[in-house]
C-alpha cells in the first residue's frame, strides 16, 4: 500500500485515530496515538519523535529522542477500538543518522532481508510460524514477600470433572493430551476461534486453519498464510493482539505463555522456513525428504548454532518447562520427514514447490523479528560453509534406548544456558551488521534480570518438597 493508498483509506473509513505500533526488545508491541487531522503526506517521511528511553534496553535519557517512522504499506483498520482507528507499524530511526536505530527489532529484520539478497545466495526468506495458545476463563497469581500463587480456571479443565457447578456439570470436555481435536461440545471454544479468524481476515491476514490443540484447558491453534521475515514477524504481533483482544470480548484471556499447565502439553510455535531465489524455491531437490543440498546445509546451520538460537527462539525461563521430555516437545537436534519427534521436521508436501523445513523448538516468547533472524543467519551460515546436518533420525525420538538418547545432542536446558551460547556464539549473528555486539548485550542483559527475579523467588512446589526435611 503506498502513502496515497493509506491516506485514501483514512478518509474512507472516517479515521479519527492512528496508532503507531513498535516492538520492545522483548518483543511486546507499544503504541503511541495520534489525531488524523496531523497525519498527512509529510507525516510519512517526518514521523514522529517519542521517548527511547523509556523502552527497556534501549536508550539512556542523555540521548532519548527517536523518531517512529510508519510503514504505509501496514495500514489497517483496527477493529477493536471505539473511534475509527488506523494501525501503522512504525521503524525506530536514529535520528542523528536517519537510519534504522540498531537494537529496534524491526530495523534489523530489515537488515537481516537486505543481508540476505547482498550474499546472492537467495532473495527471499519465507516463515510460516504455527503460535499455539491457551484460552482460560480466569487467571489469577501474585509474588509476594510473604507468599507466592498463581490459579488457572477454565471450563475445559480436567480438573472439572467432579464439581458440582450451578449451571450443571455437563461433562464433554477434552482429558489430559486428549484436546486433538474433537468435535463440540468437547471442543468448547471453536465459535471463539472462528470470531478470532474473521478478525484477522479483517486485520489482514489469510487464515489457512483453525483447531483445538492437544493440551486440555483450551489449547487452540490458529494457522495463517506464509510470508516474507519482516512481514510474518509484523503478522505473529498482529495475531497475538487479536487473539487476546478477542478472548477479552469473550469474557475470557489467551495466552502465548509455553507452560501454564503443569502435567500437560505446552505451547510452541513450530517455524516452517524456506529460501528463493527469483521465485524459484531452492529448498527443493532430489536429496533427503525432497529437498535440496542448499536446504540441508541450512538444517546443518540451525543445529551447530541451536543453542544460541534458543536464546531468541525460548525467550522465557517458562520456555524450558515445556522443552522436556514426555509431552510432545521436541528436544532432541536431529530431523527427520515427516516425524513430529524430531526438532526439525520436513513436513510431507504433493508440490515440490511446497518444499520446507520445520523448526519446531520455538515458542511464541520469542520476539519474532529476533527468533526470525536468528534461525535465518544460522541457516545461511550452514549454507555458506557447507555444514552437514549428519544423518536424518526417522524413529520415534521420544521412544530410544538411553543409550541411542545419549548420542544425538539436545536443545538448551535452561535460558541461562541458552544466553551463555549466544554469549559465546555470536558470530553468525554479526554478518553483514544484522545484529550489533551492543543489541545482544542489551538483550543479554535483559533476559538475566528475568533469572534473577526468578532465581531468587521461593516457589510453592519447593516448599512440597523441602518444608519438612
Known amino acids: 500500500m503506498s502513502v496515497a493508498d493509506a491516506l485514501k483509506l483514512m478518509k474512507e473509513k472516517g479515521v479519527k485515530f492512528v496508532d503507531l505500533r513498535l516492538t520492545d526488545t522483548r518483543g511486546k508491541e507499544q503504541h503511541v496515538s495520534v489525531p488524523a487531522h496531523v497525519v498527512d503526506e509529510a507525516f510519512f517521511t517526518d514521523g514522529k519523535m517519542f521517548d527511547g528511553s523509556s523502552i527497556a534496553g534501549w536508550k539512556g535519557i542523555n540521548d532519548s529522542d527517536m523518531i517512529l517512522m510508519p510503514d504505509a504499506d501496514t495500514a489497517v483498520i483496527d477493529v477493536f477500538t471505539e473511534e475509527p482507528t488506523m494501525i501503522l507499524r512504525c521503524d525506530v530511526i536514529e535520528p542523528s543518522t536517519m537510519q534504522g536505530y540498531e537494537r529496534d527489532p524491526r530495523s534489523a529484520a530489515k537488515r537481516a532481508e537486505a543481508y540476505l539478497k547482498s550474499t546472492g545466495l537467495a532473495d527471499q526468506a519465507f516463515f510460516g510460524p504455527e503460535n499455539e495458545f491457551f484460552v482460560f476463563d480466569d487467571v489469577r497469581w501474585a509474588s509476594e514477600m510473604r507468599g507466592a500463587f498463581y490459579a488457572i480456571e477454565s471450563s475445559e479443565g480436567y480438573w472439572q470433572t467432579g464439581k458440582e457447578l450451578p449451571e450443571g456439570n455437563m461433562g464433554h470436555r477434552p482429558g489430559i493430551k486428549g484436546g486433538y481435536f474433537p468435535v463440540q461440545p468437547v471442543d468448547s471454544l471453536n465459535d471463539i476461534r472462528a470470531a478470532m479468524c474473521l478478525a484477522l481476515e479483517e486485520m489482514g491476514l489469510t487464515v489457512e486453519v483453525h483447531h483445538h490443540e492437544v493440551a486440555n484447558a483450551g489449547q487452540c491453534e490458529i494457522g495463517v498464510l506464509f510470508g516474507g521475515l519482516v512481514k510474518k514477524a509484523d503478522d505473529v504481533l498482529m495475531l497475538k493482539y487479536v ?91 536431529a530431523y527427520s520427514a515427516r516425524n513430529r519427534s524430531a526438532s526439525i521436521r520436513v513436513p510431507y508436501v504433493q508440490n515440490p514447490k511446497g518444499r520446507r523445513i520445520e523448526v519446531r523448538f520455538p515458542d511464541s516468547t520469542a520476539n519474532p523479528y529476533f527468533g526470525f533472524i536468528a534461525m ?50 555470536r558470530g553468525f549473528l554479526k554478518a553483514g551488521g544484522v545484529l550489533s555486539d551492543s543489541l545482544i548485550d542489551a538483550y543479554i542483559g535483559l533476559k538475566e534480570q528475568e533469572i534473577t527475579r526468578f532465581s531468587m523467588t521461593p516457589h510453592p512446589v519447593e516448599f512440597d518438597m523441602y518444608y519438612s526435611l
Open 376 to 425: 535465518m543467519m544460522a541457516g545461511l551460515d550452514g549454507i555458506q560453509n557447507k555444514i552437514n546436518p549428519g544423518p536424518p533420525s526417522d524413529k520415534d525420538l521420544y521412544d530410544l534406548e538411553p543409550e541411542e538418547e545419549k548420542k544425538i545432542p539436545t536443545v538448551s536446558y535452561s535460558l541461562m544456558q541458552s544466553l551463555e551460547a549466544l554469549d559465546k556464539d
Open 243 to 333: 487473539v487476546q483482544n478477542v478472548a477479552h470480548s469473550y469474557g475470557k484471556t489467551a495466552t502465548f505463555m509455553p507452560k501454564p499447565l503443569v502435567g500437560d502439553n505446552g505451547s510452541g510455535m513450530h517455524v516452517h522456513q524456506s529460501l528463493a531465489k527469483g521465485g524459484k524455491n531452492l529448498f527443493t531437490g532430489d536429496g533427503y525428504g525432497g529437498l535440496s543440498q542448499l536446504a540441508l546445509n541450512y538444517i546443518g546451520g540451525i543445529m551447530k548454532h541451536a543453542h544460541a538460537i534458543n536464546a531468541f527462539t525460548n525467550a522465557s525461563t517458562n520456555s524450558y518447562k515445556r522443552l522436556v521430555k514426555g509431552f510432545e516437545a521436541p528436544t532432541l537436534l
